[in-house]
């Protein structure tokens, strides 16, 4: 039997333990060690401690430095890197204009196969070790996203994109043939390693009644499933939707008349949403990925996320690039507090930071795996330098009370301070299963 690998990693450890108040600066939820090690064993945490392990170990010192889980991004497009940052459109012209015609692209096996490594080693330099992922609606599109995902042990959750209406002809699918493709990218990729499959209806908009109640179909007899769409995120959608379907009492009520609606249904957006949807949300356990930088840059609308705490629905946070400017969870995070600045509300730097990670476990059901520091976890994590540039480390050093004697000297002063002004030159490197996949330099 060969030995066992033992790695211990030395750092200032944060994660959570329960759920945190929009709010509340002070919080019992967050867990901070610092100069502690993170003890790995064959890829999983097993403990942390503040003593150095003994000599079995393979020890990292990494003082003065934050170790996080690494950050889980719960709706993003791989093809849409070719397209961040594209000038003026609002969603509709977006997908027309630029989307679209990506992603048609991606029929190319090469090109998929090119698209999908690209896109996950820049989710990898920029802390995140998981997401829930759009390909595109060509089979080979799914294919090489999880091969790829597999070469590099990452927890991906994706599955054909469904369209068969209102698309190019590059892109359109039909009911039978969108079954057929699904059941075999199921069979050959649900629970293989670290991959899941979901049904991923585009939105509504874009798929006839007969495939979302196919996409129903398929959800009720594998009930392992996940399913991701989008929602409510523009009032121009909004209308096109209730004009499609006038059956349904709102947007969202089109996916739950055909059984999409569960705990593990991911619906990107949700701005336009009132509160019977966000109790329908609550009841069938399905969450909205908030997707900040997106909504901001494409002009949608600002997301309520008091009012789904108010009724009790999961908020995850989520770049979606392309419509989002960047890959980095942290300036996601930075623009979500902004958006919540504008709605009256004040977003701590624990509630963000929880919905991208033991959060975003939790909405997915996968808190046992990944997300906090927990023992049995996956050693998914990041670490991060507090701060880089001379404005950055005068701050800390502010946060830390040794410069000035101000007010705001706290932990919370000195982690969000980070978490708005880092980005990618702060991450020192990333792990996925314990093993170093992305390191500075």
Same mark, same amino acid.
């Given at each position: 039997?060969? *030995?066992?690998?033992?790695?211990?990693?030395?750092?200032?450890?944060?994660?959570?333990?329960?759920?945190?108040?929009?709010?509340?600066?002070?919080?019992?939820?967050?867990?901070?060690?610092p100069d502690h090690w993170l003890l790995i064993e064959d890829g999983r945490i097993v403990g942390a401690q503040p003593e150095a392990p003994d000599d079995s170990w393979q020890r990292e010192l990494h003082t003065g430095r934050l170790i996080l889980p690494g950050f889980i991004d719960t709706h993003v497009h791989c093809p849409q890197l070719d397209v961040i940052a594209s000038y003026g459109a609002t969603l509709l012209d977006w997908l027309k204009t630029y989307t679209f015609p990506a992603e048609q692209r991606f029929v190319d096996p090469q090109v998929a196969r090119a698209g999908a490594e690209l896109f996950l080693d820049a989710l990898l330099a920029n802390g995140t070790t998981a997401a829930v992922v759009f390909p595109t609606v060509h089979p080979v599109s799914v294919d090489a996203l999880?091969?790829?995902?597999?070469?590099?042990?990452?927890?991906?959750?994706?599955?054909?994109?469904?369209?068969?209406?209102?698309?190019?002809?590059?892109?359109?699918?039909?009911?039978?043939?969108?079954?057929?493709?699904?059941?075999?990218?199921?069979?050959?990729?649900?629970?293989?390693?670290?991959?899941?499959? *979901?049904?991923?209806?585009?939105?509504?908009?874009?798929?006839?009644?007969?495939?979302?109640?196919?996409?129903?179909?398929?959800?009720?007899?594998?009930?392992?499933?996940?399913?991701?769409? @989008?929602?409510?995120?523009?009032?121009?959608?909004?209308?096109?939707?209730?004009?499609?379907?006038?059956?349904?009492?709102?947007?969202?009520?089109?996916?739950?008349?055909?059984?999409?609606?569960?705990?593990?249904?991911?619906?990107? @957006?949700?701005?336009?949403?009132?509160?019977?949807?966000?109790?329908?949300?609550?009841?069938?356990?399905?969450?909205?990925?908030?997707?900040?930088?997106?909504?901001?840059?494409?002009?949608?609308?600002?997301?309520?996320?008091?009012?789904?705490?108010?009724?009790?629905?999961?908020?995850?946070?989520?770049?979606?690039?392309?419509?989002?400017?960047?890959?980095?969870?942290?300036?996601?995070?930075?623009?979500?507090?902004?958006?919540?600045?504008?709605?009256?509300?004040?977003?701590?730097?624990?509630?963000?930071? @929880?919905?991208?990670?033991?959060?975003?476990?939790?909405?997915?059901?996968?808190?046992?795996?990944?997300?906090?520091?927990?023992?049995?976890?996956?050693?998914?994590?990041?670490?991060?330098?507090?701060?880089?540039?001379?404005?950055?480390?005068?701050?800390?050093?502010?946060?830390?009370?040794?410069?000035?004697?101000?007010?705001?000297?706290?932990?919370?002063?000195?982690?969000?301070?980070?978490?708005?002004?880092?980005?990618?030159?702060?991450?020192?490197?990333?792990?996925?299963?314990?093993?170093?996949?992305?390191?500075?330099?």
């Amino acid at each position: 039997m060969s *030995a066992r690998k033992r790695l211990a990693l030395q750092g200032d450890l944060l994660d959570f333990t329960g759920v945190p108040l929009l709010g509340e600066e002070a919080c019992a939820a967050v867990r901070f060690r610092p100069d502690h090690w993170l003890l790995i064993e064959d890829g999983r945490i097993v403990g942390a401690q503040p003593e150095a392990p003994d000599d079995s170990w393979q020890r990292e010192l990494h003082t003065g430095r934050l170790i996080l889980p690494g950050f889980i991004d719960t709706h993003v497009h791989c093809p849409q890197l070719d397209v961040i940052a594209s000038y003026g459109a609002t969603l509709l012209d977006w997908l027309k204009t630029y989307t679209f015609p990506a992603e048609q692209r991606f029929v190319d096996p090469q090109v998929a196969r090119a698209g999908a490594e690209l896109f996950l080693d820049a989710l990898l330099a920029n802390g995140t070790t998981a997401a829930v992922v759009f390909p595109t609606v060509h089979p080979v599109s799914v294919d090489a996203l999880f091969e790829a995902a597999s070469a590099r042990q990452m927890r991906i959750i994706s599955g054909k994109v469904l369209m068969d209406r209102h698309a190019p002809a590059g892109l359109s699918d039909d009911v039978e043939g969108a079954r057929r493709d699904c059941e075999t990218l199921i069979q050959r990729w649900h629970g293989q390693g670290r991959n899941s499959y *979901a049904l991923t209806v585009r939105f509504a908009i874009t798929s006839t009644p007969e495939q979302l109640a196919m996409a129903g179909e398929l959800m009720r007899a594998d009930p392992s499933l996940y399913m991701q769409t @989008h929602v409510a995120e523009n009032t121009e959608e909004v209308r096109w939707v209730a004009e499609l379907f006038p059956e349904a009492r709102s947007y969202l009520d089109v996916y739950h008349q055909v059984g999409l609606l569960t705990p593990r249904a991911v619906l990107a @957006h949700g701005i336009w949403l009132d509160d019977a949807d966000r109790a329908l949300l609550r009841d069938t356990g399905a969450h909205i990925a908030f997707c900040p930088s997106s909504n901001l840059f494409l002009g949608s609308g600002l997301f309520d996320w008091q009012a789904a705490v108010d009724i009790g629905h999961g908020v995850s946070m989520a770049s979606d690039v392309g419509g989002g400017t960047s890959l980095s969870m942290l300036r996601t995070l930075a623009e979500g507090y902004k958006v919540q600045a504008l709605r009256g509300t004040r977003l701590t730097a624990w509630a963000a930071l @929880h919905a991208a990670t033991r959060g975003a476990a939790l909405a997915l059901g996968l808190e046992e795996e990944i997300g906090s520091f927990e023992p049995g976890c996956m050693a998914d994590l990041a670490i991060w330098d507090w701060a880089v540039g001379p404005v950055a480390v005068h701050r800390d050093a502010v946060a830390r009370g040794e410069v000035v004697p101000l007010p705001a000297q706290s932990l919370h002063a000195r982690v969000f301070a980070w978490m708005t002004q880092a980005d990618d030159r702060n991450l020192v490197a990333a792990y996925v299963a314990g093993q170093p996949c992305w390191q500075r330099g």
